[in-house]
């Protein structure tokens, strides 16, 4: 890692340290890489609380082919069919990739790979690294290779509140860090920032993250796509922690079952039982808990004495709750764990914006349609931060654009506080919607997302939310209408930019019109 900046026409400026940005930056070397990153290198980033590994179609008994059909039925007929063949086959070029780098992932003892099986996945081709704790293992590895490459500089503290543009390109940043707020040009962008759990009081993602990479690229003008579909993980440990710590899908891989306060098995009739689809368990766990039950986890003879050796992390967590998950039922409640819309990219990472190019959780390519396959997410976080910089590997920087100039003092934007409109994302926003809940849920987010303040940057997410959810009147994977249970017969992607957002919204508030004439006009 170098300790002292490169020229700023030469840079490109990646924000986020989680998998994505960590892969962008190692990939571009030996290019001039400036990494921003809110707290310690890898740290506060769903990568690292990944406890699943990597889907990847490596097995004996498996392909490309199957775990494409496998994606594209968990996405619920919102895939982009041909992004999602093009990520999954990705998956030797970045596992030599991560190895290159460092990541050891795991083996059996004739040193060939262990694959876990996870929800919706009809083969076994989970990689993991040191067991359940395979995002931290992942990111120490990239992290440790960052901080030997030369070309690549981390500012650690440092938070970007704006992005810079001229003529709809980007020219720079506006950042705070340990000194106060700054100006940092720069022509080159990578959004990598991870999901928006933040805005939601059950989630097992960092607190803090509340859609930054999304707020940055729409105020900067990038159109935004599917952001209704917010993915509820349905076994968080059910606890006092903040966030809610994880109980990863592969525990029901190994056949761990779902039971109510009763000993009823709820999900035994369902297609897949404990292995179905995650938005599928998610409600079911949710309509237990909504009519006053309660849901465990079942390891006891499916583990029993051997759940420490094959998930310490997890038992950790679990003893820490007073829980002893090889003896006891393990208490479970779903809560936002990932977030399958975003800004819209190609499968090179370009957002509409000319000079931004977003990767990771921050982004939507397509990959996972209305509803993500467990362990697809850091696949498709690796191939992009990977992609993206191969893609600006082989764009020259612009010489027409000139960037903004550095400066130590820039315009100060509040401090982001999710807590401020938590409470309203997680009453209307959550599992179950409807058109009733939709419309308080907008009308009270439009004003803080209009108005300068803590509350405005969550807002603005939180409210691209609803509107999204509001204009989709059906039910099809993560987003679930009460007053819309049926699918269409035609599945269909939205994409929006911040002004059509806003205008809706107002359109929306001040307005009885149907879901359908505002899509018209949209």
């Not at 105020?219 to 599917?226: I, P, Y």
């Not at 297609?271 to 006891?300: N, W, Y």
């Not at 393990?330 to 000079?355: E, F, I, L, N």
């Not at 009733?436 to 987010?445: K, Q, T, V, Y």
């Amino acid at each position: 890692m170098s300790e002292r900046l490169p020229p700023p026409q030469d840079w490109t400026v990646i924000v986020g340290s989680g998998i994505a940005g960590l892969m962008a930056a190692l990939t571009l070397a030996p290019q001039p890489v400036l990494l921003l990153t809110r707290g310690a290198l890898g740290g506060e980033t769903s990568s690292a609380w990944a406890q699943g590994g990597i889907a990847a179609s490596l097995g004996p008994d498996d392909s490309v082919a199957l775990h494409l059909a496998d994606t594209l039925a968990a996405g619920d007929g919102l895939c982009d069919a041909e992004m999602a063949a093009d990520i999954v086959s990705a998956a030797p070029a970045v596992i030599d990739a991560l190895e290159r780098a460092g990541v050891r992932f795991d083996r059996d003892a004739e040193g060939k790979p262990v694959f876990g099986l996870e929800a919706a996945h009809n083969r076994r081709r989970i990689l993991h690294a040191e067991g359940d704790g395979s995002g931290a293992a992942i990111v120490r590895a990239l992290a440790a290779a960052v901080l030997r490459t030369p070309s690549i500089t981390v500012l650690e503290g440092t938070e970007a509140r704006r992005l810079l543009t001229e003529d709809g390109a980007i020219t720079g940043l506006v950042c705070i860090g340990p000194k106060g707020c700054f100006t940092l040009p720069a022509t080159q962008v990578v959004l990598a920032t991870g999901g928006l759990g933040g805005l939601y009081e059950a989630t097992t993602n960092p607190s803090g993250n509340y859609g930054q990479g999304i707020m940055l690229a729409a105020r900067a003008g990038a159109v935004l796509a599917d952001m209704e579909f917010v993915q509820f993980h349905p076994t968080a440990l059910s606890s006092p922690r903040r966030p809610l710590a994880l109980v990863s899908e592969a525990v029901r891989g190994e056949g761990a079952l779902l039971l109510n306060e009763n000993g009823e098995r709820f999900m035994a009739a369902v297609p897949g039982a404990e292995l179905a689809s995650r938005d599928i368990v998610a409600r079911a766990i949710d309509r237990e808990i909504l009519r006053g039950g309660a849901v465990f986890l079942d390891a006891r003879k499916a583990l029993g004495p051997g759940f420490s050796s094959r998930f310490p992390s997890i038992d950790l967590l679990c003893r820490e709750a007073g829980i002893d998950p090889a003896r006891e039922l393990v208490p479970v409640r779903p809560a936002v764990h990932y977030h399958m819309g975003g800004v819209a990219t190609d499968g090179r990472g370009r957002s509409s914006v000319p000079g931004l190019w977003v990767a990771g959780e921050t982004a939507c390519t397509g990959l996972h349609g209305a509803n993500r396959l467990a362990s697809n997410s850091l696949l498709e976080a690796a191939a992009l931060g990977m992609r993206a910089a191969q893609d600006i590997a082989g764009t020259q920087p612009p010489t027409t654009r000139p960037a903004a100039a550095a400066s130590r003092t820039a315009p100060g934007f509040a401090a982001a506080d999710p807590a401020i409109v938590r409470p309203i994302v997680s009453r209307h926003l959550g599992i179950a919607r409807h058109a009733a809940g939709l419309s308080e849920a907008i009308r009270d987010l439009l004003p803080f997302a209009e108005q300068e303040g803590p509350a405005s940057d969550p807002a603005l997410v939180g409210l691209a939310i609803a509107v999204f959810a509001f204009l989709r009147a059906e039910s099809r994977g993560a987003h679930f209408r009460d007053d819309f249970p049926g699918k269409n017969t035609t599945a269909a992607r939205r994409r929006l930019d911040l002004t059509e957002v806003i205008a809706i919204a107002h359109d929306l508030s001040s307005s009885s019109l149907s879901p359908s004439s505002i899509a018209r006009s949209a």
